[in-house]
């Protein structure tokens, strides 16, 4: 299996703080309005019907669901997919969960979905491009695939684990290892090996003065990268 039982631990663990905007993920929360803009900015998710790779207790899943996708969502922590339809049942808000590998779920479900997403989930797998040609079989032709995750650079480790986890202590100690973090360029060789192709690519920062989150052209740190695959 693609994945890290120390990482799946380490979110189990806190799954039952995942929809407090003031846990350990509020980052999650404060950029998930930016990163589903984004994406339905680019996908119109309306009546689309849309699979989120590693969607943990749901924040994004259930927002695009708002925005009327027939949403998807798939996890190994079986912990966080409790929580996230518990989520779902006290907001009304219909979404499908389900304890899947994303290979497996690409194994059944091929070509079946118009919107694939996979946001900071690819630098906490041992094998990234396994995850990235899961979404490319479970989209359909035409379909578009998002991922946004940590690029690997100095400023990246300064930003993302120094003053993340442990000056601004945003996020728990030992949340991400650097030497997942993976490049742009490292990113879209994955893509285009998974035979889709880039159509766009956007940064997001923080301010540590403001505490605001906003998308730019800065890839340098955190980074969300848009797909297709061809007809």
Same mark, same amino acid.
């Given at each position: 299996?693609?994945?890290?039982?120390?990482?799946?631990? #380490?979110?189990?663990?806190?799954?039952?703080?995942?929809?407090?905007?003031?846990?350990?993920?509020?980052p999650l929360?404060?950029?998930?309005?930016?990163?589903?803009?984004?994406?339905?900015?680019?996908?119109?998710?309306?009546?689309? #019907?849309?699979?989120?790779?590693?969607?943990?207790g749901g924040i994004l899943t259930e927002s695009m669901a708002r925005k009327g996708a027939d949403a998807t969502g798939i996890d190994l922590s079986d912990?966080?997919?409790?929580?996230?339809?518990?989520?779902s049942l006290e907001?009304? &808000?219909? &979404?499908?969960?389900?304890?899947?590998?994303?290979?497996?779920?690409?194994?059944?479900?091929?070509?079946?979905?118009? &919107?694939?997403?996979?946001?900071?989930?690819l630098e906490h797998v041992p094998d990234p491009g396994a995850i990235v040609k899961a979404a490319a079989t479970l989209v359909k032709?035409?379909?578009?695939?998002?991922?946004?995750?940590?690029?690997?650079?100095?400023?990246?480790?300064?930003?993302a684990v120094v003053g993340a986890e442990y000056l601004l202590r945003m996020l728990p100690?030992? %949340?991400?290892d650097y030497g997942k973090f993976i490049t742009p360029s490292e990113l879209a060789q994955? &893509?285009?090996?998974a035979g889709l192709q880039v159509d766009?690519? #956007?940064?997001? %920062?923080?301010?540590?003065?403001?505490k605001i989150y906003s998308l730019n052209q800065d890839t340098s740190v955190n980074y969300l990268v848009a797909c297709s695959r061809p007809l």
């Open positions: 299996m693609n994945a890290d039982p120390l990482e799946i631990q #380490k979110f189990s663990e806190l799954a039952h703080r995942w929809w407090d905007p003031t846990s350990e993920f509020k929360h404060e950029i998930n309005p930016l990163r589903l803009e984004w994406i339905n900015a680019r996908a119109a998710l309306s009546g689309k #019907k849309v699979i989120d790779i590693g969607c943990g912990k966080a997919l409790k929580v996230a339809d518990l989520h907001s009304g &808000v219909q &979404v499908r969960y389900e304890l899947i590998a994303a290979e497996d779920m690409a194994a059944r479900e091929a070509g079946q979905y118009d &919107v694939v997403t996979c946001m900071e989930m032709p035409g379909g578009q695939v998002f991922f946004s995750t940590i690029n690997r650079n100095p400023k990246a480790y300064l930003y100690k030992g %949340t991400h994955f &893509v285009r090996a766009g690519l #956007k940064g997001m %920062t923080y301010n540590p003065l403001t």
